[in-house]
């Protein structure tokens, strides 16, 4: 068996292994059953896998064995159903069940920032690598896939070596993930690359063995998948280095769009003019209020803090201003919204009070019900905070941005929330938004002002029905 190091063009088959099981494929258990681990175990049914997720999480678990896939992913909801139907796929809450059941096992669980906002915690990946440890009887690959601070998977191996019988010989692999939410079906589906940091042919085979339905898949529809071994650091790196890449595309445009607002130009053509250029490329240069989410702006923190703490600290000194430029994104909406509404700023910050602000978007993009670090739901809290009185629709997002922030106002549909408005205030570009009907939303406003946070609208058509309008660094 060759083993290519490191590899970045496709390859041809390289597994001949048998997993411990004795089943043709290795069956995968997926712990951490969240954005992450659901998808991959309910596609990784879909590819074919015994498949069983694990979380300590029993509502989540009894959700997902009924059919309910707990977040909203386009077209995940059908592919859990079929394949739940077809015996492939079920969720428990029992590691001892887990342990016995895979030969390969993924490791989901979350690593949000810490407390000290900074570093990465990685409290949940040693309760979930200790538990499953404890429980393993016969040889397994424990496979990490969440977004960790280099060195992570040299400290994993420590623990299981501290947890299981040496006799066993469990393996670790690091194996990174790359989905974006909004389009996971298909990313887990047809990645554009698979990355695993391996220490011997056995957990190379075993992977190889645990991603050849993602091949097979790739060979039928005539593509290719590029795989890249690689060593543990490797791995871990090429996460945080990728999402640390787009952050910094994204601050790096909406550093043109500052400058744009001062310059008078517009960071819309600019982008789509330097975009031309296919070194540049014309992906992730949308200005606007910046990046938000489960994953870059704590990765790229985390990263950072890792980075001092190996003493390149100087290395990544960039990305604290990529996060600043980033964050200024939102006071900008703010700054916007006081502009359109005649109110002066002072030391404190404007003063909103008395103005009833529509905000349309909760989430951190569209097409998904995540709230977390989202940019539009803390403008909303911003707007609050001057003191208008901020009321909220967002088509998917309403349940979890409630129990975020209970201090706003949800509305039950689009036209309520702006019903009444001073100014209407579009923070997550959803569809529904992009194509709403200014001549329509303006006879229900008291004000026909819009603040465009996300570059979505069409500025010339908002004008034209009557409407003052803002977007981020264009006129
Ligand atoms: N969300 C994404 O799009 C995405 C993409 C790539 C990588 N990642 C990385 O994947 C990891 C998970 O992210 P997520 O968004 O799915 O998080 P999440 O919070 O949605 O899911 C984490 C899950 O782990 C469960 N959990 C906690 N402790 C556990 C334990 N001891 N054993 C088993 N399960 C446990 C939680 O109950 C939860 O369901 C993070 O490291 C993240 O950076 C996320
Ligand atoms: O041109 C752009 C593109 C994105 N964004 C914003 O950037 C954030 C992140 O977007 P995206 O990267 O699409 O979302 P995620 O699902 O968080 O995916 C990122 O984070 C994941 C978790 O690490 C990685 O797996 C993905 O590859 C990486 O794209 C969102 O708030 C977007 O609104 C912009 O402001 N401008």
Not at 286 to 294: D, K
Request: hydrophobic share 45%; proline share 5%; charged share 20%.
């Amino acid at each position: 068996m060759t083993i290519p190091y490191p590899n970045s063009q496709p390859v041809t088959p390289i597994a001949t292994v048998t997993p411990p099981s004795g089943a043709a494929r290795p069956r995968v258990t997926f712990l951490g059953t969240g954005y992450l681990g659901a998808t991959y175990a309910i596609c990784y049914a879909e590819l074919g896998y015994e498949v069983l997720g694990f979380d300590v999480d029993a509502d989540k678990i009894a959700m997902l064995n009924a059919g309910q896939v707990p977040i909203h992913e386009p077209g995940l909801d059908e592919l859990l159903r079929r394949n739940l139907a077809a015996g492939r796929l079920r969720f428990s809450t029992d590691i001892a069940e887990t342990a016995d059941f895979g030969d390969v096992h993924f490791i989901c669980v979350g690593t949000p920032q810490r407390a000290d906002g900074m570093g990465a915690d990685l409290s949940y990946v040693e309760a979930s690598v200790t538990g499953l440890a404890q429980h393993l009887t016969r040889k397994a690959l424990i496979v990490g896939k969440s977004t960790v601070p280099v060195g992570t998977a040299e400290w994993v191996e420590q623990l299981v070596g501290k947890h299981t019988p040496a006799d066993l010989g469990v393996e670790v692999a690091w194996s990174p993930e790359f989905l974006q939410e909004g389009f996971a079906v298909d990313d887990v589906l047809r990645p554009n690359r698979i990355v695993v940091g391996v220490k011997s042919e056995w957990a190379n085979g075993m992977l190889y063995a645990a991603h050849k339905g993602v091949f097979d898949l790739a060979a039928t529809e005539d593509r290719e998948v590029p795989l890249v071994v690689t060593d543990f650091a490797t791995a871990e790196l090429v996460k945080v280095a990728a999402n640390a890449f787009l952050a910094t595309k994204i601050s790096f445009i909406n550093a043109m769009a500052e400058v744009c607002e001062v310059a008078g130009g517009d960071v819309t053509q600019l982008a789509r003019a330097i975009g031309f250029d296919p070194r540049i490329g014309n992906r992730f240069l949308q200005a606007g209020l910046g990046f938000g989410g489960a994953c870059l702006p704590k990765d790229i923190r985390a990263f950072q803090a890792r980075a001092q703490e190996l003493g390149a600290g100087e290395a990544l000194r960039f990305l604290h201003e990529v996060d600043l430029i980033n964050l200024r994104r939102r006071t900008r909406v703010l700054q916007l919204a006081a502009d359109l509404l005649g109110r002066r700023t002072g030391p404190a910050g404007p003063d909103l009070s008395g103005t009833r602000i529509a905000v349309l978007g909760a989430t951190f993009k569209p097409n998904t019900d995540d709230v977390r670090d989202a940019p539009a739901l803390a403008v909303a809290g911003l707007l609050r905070k001057a003191g208008a009185e901020v009321h909220v629709f967002d088509p998917e997002g309403m349940e979890n941005a409630r129990r975020a922030m209970p201090e706003l106002i949800y509305e039950a549909s689009m036209t309520d929330a702006v019903t009444g408005a001073d100014l209407v205030c579009v923070l997550t570009e959803w569809a529904d938004f992009r194509n709403a009907d200014p001549v329509a939303l303006g006879e229900l406003v008291a004000g026909r002002k819009v603040v465009d946070g996300r570059n979505c609208l069409d500025a010339a058509m908002w004008t034209q029905a009557g409407w003052e309008y803002r977007g981020m660094g264009r006129p």
